[in-house]
């Protein structure tokens, strides 16, 4: 479980660099790389309460795939008041959706390759 956990962190760590590098053209600083540990730490907590690191409940893969995207949208909830509270973990403006598709795909293929 915890090679699991460490690679879906890493896998939403690169998937927001990635998607920040498309979008800012290239340039990523520290900062972007602690506000992408912040959106890995919260998605990691809402892939754990949607029970994706529970291998009994796991056999189907349409119920990953529907499990993924609840936790990706509490976390998306969860990461809106966080940016309303502290605005300074904003990413940047439009990076979102390209983070959010990211993340589907990277997270997504892994679950459905272990």
């Given at each position: 479980m ?25 340039e990523?600083?520290g ?7 912040v959106?890995a ?12 690191y ?27 008041l ?33």
């Amino acid at each position: 479980m915890l090679v699991l956990v460490a690679s879906g962190a890493a896998l939403i760590v690169a998937a927001v660099l990635a998607a920040v590098w498309l979008y800012a053209g290239g340039e990523i600083s520290g900062a972007e790389l602690a506000k992408a540990a912040v959106i890995a730490a919260v998605s990691q907590v809402c892939l754990y309460y949607a029970d994706l690191y529970n291998f009994r409940v796991l056999a189907e893969r349409r119920d990953v795939f529907l499990r993924l995207l609840q936790a990706l949208g509490s976390a998306a909830l969860v990461l809106a008041l966080l940016y309303y509270w502290l605005p300074a973990l904003v990413i940047g403006r439009g990076v979102f959706l390209l983070v959010a598709a990211f993340v589907i795909l990277a997270v997504g293929g892994w679950r459905a390759v272990c």
